[in-house]
């Protein structure tokens, strides 16, 4: 990767991973064939078809991004350590399999880069649903005869544990209200496939969503809405790189605070019938940044924005609101490349350099990974980011697409 000529073209957006993910786990509550569209053809979806086999649901591509999933009238419920393990998102067939088999032992997901990442909020959640759960020899076994809808109040508005429970909330007895839920597109998203599946919910992408048990439901098929997060990165490189370009599939409505911020940045984005139009030119003026939950500027989008805020002109502070642990891991590797970072607990400071100078890096998580690619646009000579297995995880064909913008990138094995 070298600096490159600005980049310009149209690129089109995958299937948003994080509700992909979910609506396969969500399968698991009716038996029979679905048919899920705009699926990404990512390893973490890769992931969860392999925990799904486990279970014993088949799924299969039915063309390029449409995958067929096949649940049984009786699956498997125990999710082995070897594959949650590999993806924390796995946590996710908790709540179905609860809901619809009456038994769930699923692995206790560990930390990973950005921390701890404790399940309490799930698991208050399930028990409150009238589940008995117990966490031994480093599973959580959960069960109820049937779980029976009540008011939950979520101490932080967990996007994962908004969707379990709501997944779990479709086949209670009675109504549940989920107070302080997460309101991002995605979870909306799943509702809406929960619908069609005979589900009764109101009020997703509100932080209160009414869910009315139903006594079953049936297979339904949906097409994923697109990778607000993959978009993002695509408005991020052209703001590192100049240029022009057309993000096809992107939604306006799903990114306003990151337009916003992006807008201040000096980047003009509109958007088009399709999508958004996005065009740079030269150095973007550095902002603040605080992360905060839907509708707030995605934790995800942070060190695209730190990438970005790199090359800026002046000084930009960011904050991380949502992950304890500051998630700031990837600022060593672009301090590497020149940049000139502080961080101190919860924020960084950034103060903008004229160029960041190309170096072998490491991607420690899939954005951060994402991020040290864009960087690697911008910096003098060649970058190599090593680990790039973690890029595929949330990103299909990352480096092809970007290529296909003009940017000099390629993938090495
Ligand atoms: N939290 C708890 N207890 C819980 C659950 C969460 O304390 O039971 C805390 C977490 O420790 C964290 C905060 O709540 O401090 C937010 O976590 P949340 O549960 O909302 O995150 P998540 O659902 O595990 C999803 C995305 C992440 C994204 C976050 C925040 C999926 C599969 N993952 O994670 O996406 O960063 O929401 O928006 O939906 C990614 O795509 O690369 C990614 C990491």
Redesign the pocket.
Known sequence: MRPGPPLSGTVRVSGA??SA??LMAACLLAGGRYRLDNVPRISDVDSMGRLLEALGVGSAWAEASSLSVEVPDQPEVVAPYELVERM??SVVVLGPLVARYGRAKVAMPGGDD?G????????RGLEALGATVETAHGYIEAWADRLAGTRLVL???????T?NLLMAATLAKGTTVIENA?R?P?VSDLAAFLNRMGARIEGAGTSRIEVEGVDELSPADHAVIPDR?EAATFLAAVGLAGGEVVVEGARYDHMDMLIAKLADMGLRISPTSGGLWVQAAGRPRAVDVATL??PGV???YKPLLVALLSVSEGVGIVSEN???SGRFRYVDELRRMGADIRTEGHHAVVRGVERLSGAPVRAP???AGAALVLAGLVAEGQTEVADAHHVD??YERLADKLACLGADVARCR
């Open positions: 991973k994080n993910l979910k924390r998102a950005f701890p990442r404790p399940v309490d909020i799930h698991l101490e932080f508005p967990s996007h994962t544990a969707d997460a991002e995605e997060v939950p839907y995605a934790t995800d949502v992950f304890p998580d899939v954005r995880r949330g």
